[in-house]
Every structure is written in structure tokens, then in C-alpha cells.
């Protein structure tokens, strides 16, 4: 069973960058699709991107052209690159792996004006 750890989170002001990570357990990483969703304070939890095991990636609308997803298979790492961040930004993170219920415990994003 694979298990999913972020990290990276943290406070940053509006315009800033944030490198989120996405550790995983397990060797049969690299044969799952993998993604980013988030939950702001009252609001359901959305998908942000995601990314094949063959490299494809996918973005929401809201963070396209400001979020990188990527991966490195040799670390079992998955990562999200968010710059010019804005304060509706905020939320917990969470990394998955797609099609499966195995997320991680999130990590905190808050973007101050």
C-alpha cells in the first residue's frame, strides 16, 4: 500500500512562490497517475492538477499558467511549483494518487494580501 506525505507548505505573500512535495512509500510509484487537490475554508475540496505516470499533465483553469506539477520517479516525489500566488490560494493541500482513495494529510498554503 503506498502512503503519500506532503510537505512545503507554509505563509507567503501575494505575488510569492511556494514549492509543495509529495513524498510516496512504496516501489510501484511510478505506475500510478498522480494529483494536487485543495480545500479552502469552507468550500469543498477541489482538483488542482495532475500527472501521469508518463509524464502528461493537466491543470485547472484557476492555476494554469502558475502551477507546475511534476515528478521525479528516482526520489518517489511528487511535486507543485505555484507561483504568483494570490490569497484565494489558500487551502490545504493534498496529493493523491488518481483513481485510488490514498491521499496524504495536507499541507497548509496561506496567501496574505
Known amino acids: 500500500q503506498v502512503q503519500l506525505v506532503e510537505s512545503g507548505g507554509g505563509l507567503v505573500q501575494a505575488g510569492g512562490s511556494l514549492r509543495l512535495s509529495c513524498a510516496a512509500s512504496g516501489s510501484t510509484f511510478g505506475i500510478y497517475d498522480m494529483g494536487w487537490y485543495r480545500q479552502a475554508p469552507g468550500k469543498q475540496r477541489e482538483w488542482v492538477a495532475s500527472?501521469?505516470?508518463?509524464?502528461?499533465?493537466n491543470y485547472a483553469d484557476s492555476v494554469k499558467g502558475r502551477f507546475t506539477i511534476s515528478r521525479e520517479f528516482m526520489k518517489n516525489t511528487m511535486y507543485l511549483r505555484m507561483n504568483s500566488l494570490k490569497p484565494e490560494d489558500t487551502a490545504v493541500y493534498y496529493c493523491?494518487?488518481?483513481?485510488?482513495?490514498?491521499w496524504g494529510q495536507g499541507t497548509l498554503v496561506t496567501v496574505s494580501p
Open positions: 500527472i501521469t505516470s508518463g509524464g502528461r499533465t
Open positions: 493523491r494518487l488518481m483513481n485510488h482513495e490514498v
